[in-house]
């Protein structure tokens, strides 16, 4: 069930709360809560404030000490807040206890995600992908959240005599679980015949950082019309498509999107739609070159393929947004020598760094994307001839 489902016009006023760990730079922080509030935008909520606090360790019971707890209580009730979103994930008990502190409604990250993944799951996959998260989420914080789940489900009628509800609550969580693994491994059996079914071509999985431009690419190489918007998690469903260059055939798949802190329940409730990248020769891993932090992002991406064993798959990096990132980092009165220059070194840099494996392109504005398809056509035709040689000898 949506946690923020509100029309435009009825948006939820949000404030956000971080914590500086130690060694973590106040800088660090303030680009984590720059994505936090692009994800709370996504799920429908308006930022107004944010609050840092820096720990050393996080309290037990308020996560973020009792003089923060007053400090953003006063806020609250001074400018009618009716959501505090957290950056980190919270226990149970520490929900319940900052609840009845605030009086509000608290979100963590990884329940704000879950959140956004709800609102934009359309197939019974990624639905039943979503509700295992949630479930596998709410099991360790049932005991902290019970008098939520009271209040939530009323009286079900479902209770044993003499055991506990709180165990009964677990039970029938565990239970549900139990029924969504066998739908999904049901779901994945069909969709392993279907894989299974497309004959000798080769595959190719475009990755990346959420909202870097996987799926305007996609709509660009395949001509297809893959919904592509400026949010996170626009795409949940993998989208796999047909692509000929010249007369060579071969798959492309468009996937979800990676995200720093991505709840590893999530991560394996989405496995059997992540196959697409396990099961492809070629990962096309897309970069948003303008954004600040694509370094780290890179980073994010690569451990989360790695959590996926496909770390040792072929891979072209695909710099995307040139346009953008030349808009942000070039003065316009600097000379187009300086300024060309400037770019060249960036890309030798990459290139190097990827053993000449990147592009630099710009999907929306379709530059530079005949580099993307020649290097593409390439690493395919490699690919066949290594995999189906008599194949490759007919393109």
């Known amino acids: ?26 800088e660090h922080i303030n ?3 720059d994505e936090l509030a692009f994800l709370a935008e996504t799920a429908g909520a308006h930022t107004i ?11 037990s019971k ?11 209580k006063a806020y609250v009730e001074l400018k009618k807040v009716d959501l505090v979103i ?14 009845k502190a605030l009086k509000v409604k608290i979100v963590d990250r990884s329940n704000l995600i879950l959140d956004i993944f709800a609102n934009r799951a359309r197939t019974a996959q990624a639905k039943a992908q979503v509700e295992l998260a949630q479930l596998q989420y709410l099991l360790p914080r049932l005991k902290g959240l019970w008098t939520h789940l009271e209040r939530q489900r009323g009286g079900i009628g479902m ?9 009964t609550d677990r039970r029938i969580v565990k239970y549900q679980i139990s029924l969504l693994k066998k739908d999904l ?32 690419l996609m709509n660009v190489l395949s001509k297809s019309d893959v919904f592509a918007e400026n949010k996170l998690f626009a795409t949940l469903d993998t989208t796999t498509r047909k692509v000929v260059m010249g007369r060579m055939p071969f798959l492309m798949s468009d996937t979800v999107g990676f995200i720093r802190k991505l709840p590893h329940h999530l991560i394996e409730s989405f496995k059997s739609t992540l196959d697409e990248v396990r099961e492809s020769d070629i990962l096309l891993h897309v970069v948003d070159i303008s954004h600040s932090q694509f370094e780290d992002q890179i980073r994010v991406v690569n451990e989360t393929l790695m959590d996926l064993g496909t770390h040792d798959k072929t891979v072209l990096m695909v710099f995307n947004k ?6 942000q980092a070039f003065d316009p009165l600097l000379p187009p020598e300086v300024k060309e220059e400037l770019l060249h070194q960036l890309q030798q840099s990459w290139l190097k760094q990827t053993e000449g494996k990147a592009v630099f392109i710009s999907a929306t504005k379709k530059e530079h994307l005949d580099d993307l398809r020649t290097k593409l056509y390439d690493m395919v035709k490699e690919m066949y001839l290594k995999r189906y040689p008599y194949r490759a000898a007919t393109f």
């Open 1 to 26: 069930m949506s946690l923020i489902n509100k029309p435009e016009h009825l948006k939820e006023i949000a404030i956000l709360v971080g914590v500086i760990h130690k060694d973590q730079k106040e």
């Open 31 to 33: 680009e984590y809560l």
């Open 49 to 59: 404030k944010r609050f840092t606090q820096r720990l050393n360790a996080p309290d």
């Open 62 to 72: 308020t996560y973020i000490g009792s003089g923060k707890v007053e400090e953003i």
């Open 86 to 99: 957290f950056d980190d994930d919270l226990s149970g008990k520490q929900i319940n206890i900052l609840e």
């Open 159 to 167: 209770r044993g005599p003499g055991e506990k509800e709180i165990e």
């Open 185 to 216: 491994e049901k779901i994945d059996r069909q969709n392993q015949t279907q894989r299974k079914s497309r004959g000798e071509l080769i595959r190719v999985a475009l990755v990346g950082y959420t909202n870097v431009g996987k799926s305007t």
């Open 322 to 327: 040139m346009d953008l990132y030349e808009a």
